[in-house]
């Protein structure tokens, strides 16, 4: 098992940033990839930026290129996801999730970004 807890979310500006952090706990992670995942009203959840455990190779959503960024701190067992120039198309639930080969068995709680004009 591996336990996600999401923090950071909250309200903020177009234009402005946030920093999204999941804190992981449970099994190791060595052989995961860790991912954040966002879900607006009325749409489907869609990836946004996912990172490998191990190497610390990074994908982007077309949506998340130029703007967010995503680390992880393997000394503290987190995620965080730098969020910069904000619009209001962000605005969603931001979800923490973990897995392997592309399937996401671990996922957190989820925190609530949203972005005014």
């Given at each position: ?51 490998s455990w191990g190497v610390g190779s ?18 503290k067992n987190t995620v965080a996801l ?36």
């Open positions: 098992q591996v336990q996600l807890v999401e923090s950071g979310g909250g309200l903020v500006q177009a234009g402005g940033s946030l920093r999204l952090s999941c804190a992981a706990s449970g099994r190791t992670l060595s052989r995961y990839v860790l991912g954040w995942f966002r879900q607006a009203p009325g749409k489907e959840r869609e990836i946004a930026a996912t990172i990074t994908y982007y959503a077309d949506s998340a290129k130029g703007r967010f960024t995503i680390s992880r701190d393997k000394f730098q969020m910069n120039s904000l619009k209001p198309e962000d605005t969603a639930v931001y979800y923490c999730a973990a897995g392997k080969t592309g399937h996401y068995d671990y996922w957190g709680q989820g925190t609530q970004v949203t972005v005014s004009s």
